[in-house]
Nanobody, 127 residues
Framework: QVQLVESGGGLVQAGGSLRLSCVAS????????MGWFREAPGKEREFVAS????????GYGESMNDRFTISRDNAKNTVYLQIDSLKPEDTAVYYC????????????????????WGQGTQVTASS
């Protein structure tokens, strides 16, 4: 069992940047594939990014571009999502997710694979 706590969301002007953090409980963080999803009002939850246990494999959602950067620090039990050049369409609740996968070297794109979800952090980019 792992608990995920996100932070770093907020209200920023379009063009600004945010770095979201997600801290996981427990002492086996390196056994989890981590990721981020987002959900905008009236839209389906959308895959943002995933990172492998070691951090050497990364994937992003189709509608994401190089404005998004996922990273992790296994020593700190933390995964990050850097969002640059924020746009109003980035406004959403961002969720941190985790999948226990001690023997897997890849990443996961689909929400059904993830066992654990954080409570979400609101990101609002004003125009």
């Amino acid at each position: 069992q792992v608990q995920l706590v996100e932070s770093g969301g907020g209200l920023v002007q379009a063009g600004g940047s945010l770095r979201l953090s997600c801290v996981a409980s427990g002492n086996d963080f390196s056994n989890y594939v981590m990721g981020w999803f987002r959900e905008a009002p009236g839209k389906e939850r959308e895959f943002v990014a995933s990172i492998s246990r070691s951090g050497n494999r990364i994937g992003y959602g189709e509608s994401m571009n190089d404005r998004f950067t996922i990273s992790r620090d296994n020593a700190k039990n933390t995964v990050y999502l850097q969002i640059d050049s924020l746009k109003p369409e980035d406004t959403a609740v961002y969720y941190c997710v985790a999948k226990f996968s001690p023997d897997y070297v890849g990443i996961y794109y689909f929400r059904t694979y993830y066992d654990y979800w954080g409570q979400g952090t609101q990101v609002t980019a004003s125009s």
